[in-house]
Structures are given as C-alpha cells and as structure tokens.
C-alpha cells in the first residue's frame, strides 16, 4: 500500500497507479470478505456474527466500486478517485446491524 501510495503522490495521480490503487484496495476489500466469510464458517450460519453480517451489502459493493473504478481510472482518474472516496464514505456511515444483532441476544 505504501508503495502505491507514493507512486500516486510521485505522478500526480498518473492513470496506472490511480488503477494499481484501486487494484491494492479492491484485494484488501476481497481479503476482508474471505476473512469475514470463513469466521461466519466456524461459527455456523445461525451465529450471531452470521445474522449480524447478513448479506454484507457494503462488503460487496465496496469490492464493486473497486472493481468499476480501477478500468474508469484510464478513462478519467478523478472518477475513480470519486469511487474510492464513495467507499471510504459508506465505511464511515455507523453500520447498527451488529448492535442489533447483539441487542437480540441479551
């Protein structure tokens, strides 16, 4: 990530490392899933954890966003900015499932 990062800083958001970004993060979000999928495995798909992840909508569309953004990024790098920044924007609205899920259980 450091790399990319500085690649981005050192071309002024040149289209191949906008793209290699979204590369980077779309590997972590897809990294992130297969983690959160194989917890949900050791602990049944009727564990709280399962009922708390659910669907895992912004899971999934971060990995979209990613993917939809690295092939924008040579036909303009600012719209691939722009999904990059959506996702990082959807990550920080407060997700209640697993404060529900919890709230459930006691």
Do not use: H
């Not at 959160?36 to 602990?43: P, Q, S, V, Y």
């Amino acid at each position: 990530m450091p790399f990319v990062i500085r690649w981005l800083d050192e071309s002024q958001f040149a289209a191949g490392a906008t793209a290699a970004y979204g590369i980077v993060l779309g590997l972590a979000a897809i990294g992130y899933t297969l983690t959160e999928r194989a917890i949900i495995a050791c602990n049944g798909k009727t564990s709280a954890v399962a009922r708390a992840i659910g669907s895992d909508w912004k899971g999934w569309g971060s990995i979209a966003l990613y993917t939809l953004a690295v092939p924008l990024a040579f036909v303009s790098r600012w719209i691939a900015i722009g999904l990059y920044v959506s996702v990082i924007a959807l990550w920080l609205i407060p997700d209640r499932r697993i404060i529900r899920v919890l709230d459930a259980a006691d």
